[in-house]
């Protein structure tokens, strides 16, 4: 049997091992993290096979990066990279219940949860994270280490950039744009384009003003 091993002790780990464990088809291994002297000897069943650097030491068939962040998930990619893992070595993890009827390809690393909804000519990139009851519609374009939280809604032609994070129930206006590396927050209405690296919320959506986020940085 095809063996796994997963990077990062998260709840998205803990998710998408219940979607493995239940497909049957892949043998899970153990766990790496950099934290794994915390961890105590096992992890959701798993034994701790310890830090990330360590993915030599054990081997497995393929991997998945299970941490929340998009562009942490990237940053280990990169560091898995270094030691040989290469993107042929990532499993793609879908759940049953995805909706995908035209087949839309779904890039390798990438995780869809339950009741996840494409339609027609999307294309999901690498190492992408998608919660339970998201819906991505027509041309929607979704780049590696993109993560869509619980319930949130695309209209047609929008593109995700790379390591965007949208919140639950976040929803985007057709034809919108969310740069690489922003944040939106949960509830959102996005009417408009996103610039990379800002942090929009709110009904309609903003940015968050200065002050926030010189908050954010000295706190
Ligand atoms: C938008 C977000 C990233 C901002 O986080 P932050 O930078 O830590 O900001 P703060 O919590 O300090 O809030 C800053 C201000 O923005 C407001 N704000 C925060 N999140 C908001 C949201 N989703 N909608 C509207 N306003 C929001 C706060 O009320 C606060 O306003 P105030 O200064 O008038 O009191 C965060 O609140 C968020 O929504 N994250 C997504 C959570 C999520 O969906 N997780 C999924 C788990 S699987």
Do not use: K
């Not at 998710?15 to 049957?24: H, K, N, P, S």
């Not at 759940?95 to 035209?102: T, Y």
């Not at 800002?198 to 959506?205: L, M, R």
């Amino acid at each position: 049997m095809t063996t796994l091993a997963i990077i990062g002790a998260s709840g998205l780990a803990r998710e998408a091992l219940a979607v493995v464990r239940e497909a049957g088809e892949l043998l899970p291994i153990g766990v790496f993290d950099d934290a794994a002297s915390g961890l105590g000897s096992t992890f959701s069943g798993l034994p701790v096979l310890g830090e990330i650097d360590q993915v030599e030491t054990v081997h497995a068939d393929l991997y998945l990066v299970c941490v929340g962040a998009g562009l942490a998930r990237e940053r280990i990619v990169e560091r898995l990279r270094m030691r040989g893992v290469l993107e042929n070595r990532y499993a793609t993890v879908v759940d049953p219940s995805v909706r995908n009827p035209a087949g839309c390809p779904i890039g390798a690393g990438s995780i869809l949860l339950s009741h996840v909804s494409i339609t027609a000519d999307v294309i999901v990139g690498e190492h992408v994270a998608v919660m339970p009851g998201v819906t991505i519609t027509h041309d929607d374009v979704i780049e590696r280490y993109a993560t869509l939280a619980a319930g949130v809604t695309l209209g047609g032609s929008v593109r995700v950039c790379r390591g965007a994070y949208l919140g639950m129930n976040a929803a985007v206006f057709p034809g919108v744009r969310i740069g690489a590396g922003a944040v939106i927050g949960m509830s959102a209405a996005v009417l408009r384009n996103v610039p990379a690296g800002e942090t929009w919320a709110g009904v309609p959506a903003r940015e968050l003003s200065i002050a926030d986020r010189l908050f954010e940085r000295t706190s």
